[in-house]
């Protein structure tokens, strides 16, 4: 990735249950019939029941009753008396902007959409956007540098055309082929600076591997490259977050690759599916460029696993901008960890 964050403590991408703006979401739906409230990829908020309709962006996030994925809103009927939408930051503005939008279409007349967000992270600009979308925007609340934003759908309203917004990028690694991204995704807009500096150390080696792994894999460039890269190799490539994977899926069918690379949409190494059992305890390499904001435990759970996956001699090749906590969880894994150092970034190469 372009830059190492810090770890956020409590919660997967920005969902942080204690933070102030939750707790305004969480104050302002109190009392109302938790049936007609819909959690618009917000995480849970405290004292509001977590079994009811809900949608979730990644798997990582609790499944509870009446979650559905992102994807599913337009099978909603737009009878919603309240719609909650918590920004995530680092997904990008068009994210925020598309929860705003399919908040706006799920929401009955008379309902009310409610949105938290700190002033210097762009409070102005939802604000701006929710006034376009639903065409009424008052600030409920101002608190601890947040504000509690509210509009009311007052009549049927047409889609905006947030909610089919695509992108497309190339890059010289991956010859003809263009992918295809949507808002929610990592690096939606062209080929993370980090993936191409693990593609270009790995083209260096002199490997022929049967079995490969991407483990985070986004919208594909990593799988896509190492098939094109080993025609005779099988790809399992893995992703939790929805719109990624259905990204994902679509740019390894674009690419005629669908018989060799395997998407799979989980939360981690899914060991359990019988499509994927044979990379078990046989995999050659695995190529990551792993979540950076991630803390140990959730790295932990990502990589301890590949312990089990990789064939004795496999190598794990894993980029990152600074190399301690993966490397530490690598080696509380079972690997022997060597690191190459970048201008930006280092690729550890751990062997199993
Ligand atoms: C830094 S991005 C890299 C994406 C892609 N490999 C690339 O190079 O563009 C890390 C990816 O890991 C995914 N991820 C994070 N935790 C995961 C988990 N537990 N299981 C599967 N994927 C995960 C994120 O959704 C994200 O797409």
Same mark, same amino acid.
């Given at each position: 990735?372009?830059?190492?964050?810090?770890?956020?403590?409590?919660?997967?991408?920005?969902?942080?249950?204690?933070?102030?703006?939750?707790?305004?979401?969480?104050?302002?739906?109190?009392?109302?019939?938790?049936?007609?409230?819909?959690?618009?990829?917000?995480?849970?908020?405290?004292?509001?029941?977590?079994?009811?309709?809900?949608?979730?962006?990644?798997?990582?996030?609790?499944?509870?009753?009446?979650?559905?994925?992102?994807?599913?809103?337009?099978?909603?009927?737009?009878?919603?008396?309240?719609?909650?939408?918590?920004?995530?930051?680092?997904?990008?503005?068009?994210?925020?902007?598309?929860?705003?939008?399919?908040?706006?279409?799920?929401?009955?007349?008379?309902?009310?959409?409610?949105?938290?967000?700190?002033?210097?992270?762009?409070?102005?600009?939802?604000?701006?956007?929710?006034?376009?979308?639903?065409?009424?925007?008052?600030?409920?609340?101002?608190?601890?540098?947040?504000?509690?934003?509210?509009?009311?759908?007052?009549?049927?309203?047409?889609?905006?055309?947030?909610?089919?917004?695509?992108?497309?990028?190339?890059?010289?690694?991956?010859?003809?082929?263009?992918?295809?991204?949507?808002?929610?995704?990592?690096?939606?807009?062209?080929?993370?600076?980090?993936?191409?500096?693990?593609?270009?150390?790995?083209?260096?080696?002199?490997?022929?591997?049967?079995?490969?792994?991407?483990?985070?894999?986004?919208?594909? %460039?990593?799988?896509?490259? &190492? @098939?094109? *890269?080993?025609?005779? $190799? #099988? =790809?399992?490539?893995?992703?939790?977050?929805?719109v990624s994977a259905s990204m994902l899926r679509e740019n390894v069918k674009r690419a005629?690759?669908?018989?060799?690379?395997?998407?799979?949409?989980?939360?981690?190494?899914?060991?359990?599916?019988?499509?994927?059992?044979?990379?078990?305890?046989?995999?050659?390499?695995?190529?990551?460029?792993?979540?950076?904001?991630?803390?140990?435990?959730?790295?932990?759970?990502?990589?301890?696993?590949?312990?089990?996956?990789?064939?004795?001699?496999?190598?794990?090749?894993?980029?990152?901008?600074? %190399?301690?906590?993966?490397? &530490? @969880?690598? *080696?509380?894994?079972? $690997? #022997? =960890?060597?690191?190459?150092?970048?201008?930006?970034?280092?690729?550890?190469?751990?062997?199993?």
């Amino acid at each position: 990735m372009a830059k190492q964050r810090r770890a956020r403590p409590g919660g997967v991408d920005g969902l942080n249950e204690a933070d102030p703006g939750v707790l305004l979401l969480a104050d302002a739906v109190k009392g109302t019939d938790r049936s007609k409230v819909l959690l618009v990829c917000s995480g849970d908020l405290p004292g509001v029941d977590r079994h009811g309709p809900r949608l979730v962006l990644d798997a990582r996030e609790t499944r509870h009753a009446g979650a559905e994925p992102y994807a599913s809103w337009p099978t909603m009927t737009a009878s919603f008396e309240v719609a909650v939408v918590w920004p995530r930051a680092h997904l990008g503005k068009d994210f925020t902007q598309q929860c705003i939008a399919v908040a706006s279409q799920v929401l009955g007349i008379g309902g009310r959409l409610l949105c938290a967000v700190k002033k210097q992270k762009g409070a102005d600009s939802i604000a701006d956007f929710m006034g376009e979308v639903l065409g009424n925007v008052r600030v409920l609340e101002r608190t601890k540098g947040y504000r509690l934003l509210m509009s009311e759908k007052q009549d049927a309203i047409d889609e905006h055309e947030v909610l089919a917004r695509r992108y497309s990028f190339g890059d010289e690694r991956l010859g003809d082929v263009e992918l295809q991204s949507a808002p929610g995704a990592f690096s939606r807009k062209g080929l993370d600076s980090g993936t191409r500096c693990l593609i270009d150390h790995v083209a260096q080696l002199d490997l022929s591997p049967a079995r490969v792994v991407d483990l985070g894999a986004g919208v594909g %460039p990593l799988a896509i490259w &190492a @098939a094109r *890269r080993w025609p005779s $190799a #099988q =790809v399992v490539a893995v992703e939790s977050n929805s719109v990624s994977a259905s990204m994902l899926r679509e740019n390894v069918k674009r690419a005629g690759l669908h018989g060799r690379v395997f998407p799979m949409e989980h939360d981690g190494l899914p060991s359990t599916v019988a499509a994927v059992r044979p990379f078990v305890g046989t995999t050659d390499v695995t190529l990551t460029n792993p979540p950076t904001h991630a803390d140990a435990k959730a790295l932990d759970r990502l990589l301890g696993p590949l312990a089990s996956w990789h064939r004795k001699g496999g190598t794990t090749y894993a980029v990152v901008n600074r %190399p301690e906590m993966v490397a &530490a @969880a690598l *080696r509380r894994a079972g $690997a #022997q =960890v060597q690191s190459k150092a970048y201008e930006r970034f280092c690729v550890l190469e751990a062997k199993w």
